[in-house]
């Protein structure tokens, strides 16, 4: 019989689109209550009508409102202060981490390639993609993501860096995204649902142009002392095994999965190798 061949997993979680699309039209009945509410008294209880408390209502409905305009200047003033204060990446200005974002871009079908600045983390493990104006998408990279760790993390650092132009490739920062979330996604519990789904979509996409960034998220999970000593087919196992209602409880508040859960299912999708081939490949390299 012949060998089947395994198809690659979409580069979306499944869940994800559907979960948009109810949000959005959330969205939107939210916007046309906050409306009504503006324009009209119909919503507002008739024991409620002419008093201080129609007046506190149409406030609060008015400041929720604004929150869409506001969106727009975050944007705006977030990219200034990025061009300010963090290095951005060129052909000489860290060239590997450079050639990576152009690989990416292109592999993702990311036009055009993505800007990428290197910040200080003064501590913090931390990624995240952006957009300002309409286009002008770029990334930022914590320096903490990289510096001083075995090989500078080369793995893991294109993983986190596929992770985030995932992010731009699934449109997760773009201003209509935002626009038409801008509402909805405030709801707790909602609003980090949606969030856990678009990391589970990016990390496919990270899996997807780097099969050995594991340590990308080893890195998140034990912190850049512990993740060179760590035993990913152990953490593969732990997240495996990671479930129950207080753990699923717990979760419901973030934006991210749990971090150990992430790596599991890369495993479970095919997308990382098994967690032993890359212990035995990391024990075999010389420490820094």
């Not at 207080?246 to 419901?252: F, H, M, N, P």
Request: glycine share 8%.
């Amino acid at each position: 019989m012949a060998d089947r061949v395994a198809e690659k997993p979409p580069l979306r979680h499944p869940a994800e689109i559907p979960m948009f699309i109810f949000m959005v039209v959330l969205n939107l009945a939210i916007l046309g209550i906050l409306i009504d509410f503006l324009a009209t008294t119909a919503l507002i209880p008739p024991a409620l009508r002419g008093t201080n408390w129609e007046t506190t209502w149409r406030a609060v409905a008015g400041a929720i409102i604004l929150v869409a305009p506001a969106i727009l200047i975050v944007r705006q003033v977030q990219r200034a202060s990025i061009r300010g204060t963090a290095v951005q990446l060129s052909r000489t200005q860290f060239p590997d981490l450079y050639a990576s974002v152009d690989d990416f871009a292109a592999t993702l079908g990311v036009k055009p390639t993505p800007t990428v600045y290197v910040s200080n983390g003064n501590g913090a493990l931390n990624a995240f993609a952006a957009q300002s104006g309409w286009t002008n998408n770029y990334v930022v990279l914590s320096n903490e993501l990289f510096a001083n760790l075995r090989n500078d993390n080369r793995e893991g650092t294109r993983f986190i860096l596929g992770h985030e132009i995932g992010h731009i490739r699934l449109h997760h920062v773009a201003l209509w995204y935002s626009l038409v979330l801008c509402y909805s996604q405030l709801i707790p519990i909602l609003g980090p649902t949606l969030s856990r789904l678009r990391e589970y979509s990016c990390d496919r996409n990270g899996a997807s142009v780097e099969s050995k960034g594991e340590l990308g998220l080893v890195l998140l999970t034990a912190g850049r002392y512990a993740a060179d000593n760590v035993q990913v087919n152990e953490l593969v196992d732990q997240g495996r095994h990671l479930g129950g209602f207080w753990v699923g409880i717990a979760q419901l508040p973030r934006s991210h999965p749990w971090t150990v859960r992430r790596i599991w299912r890369l495993h479970q999708l095919g997308l990382f190798g098994p967690a032993d081939t890359v212990d035995q490949a990391r024990s075999s390299q010389p420490v820094a």
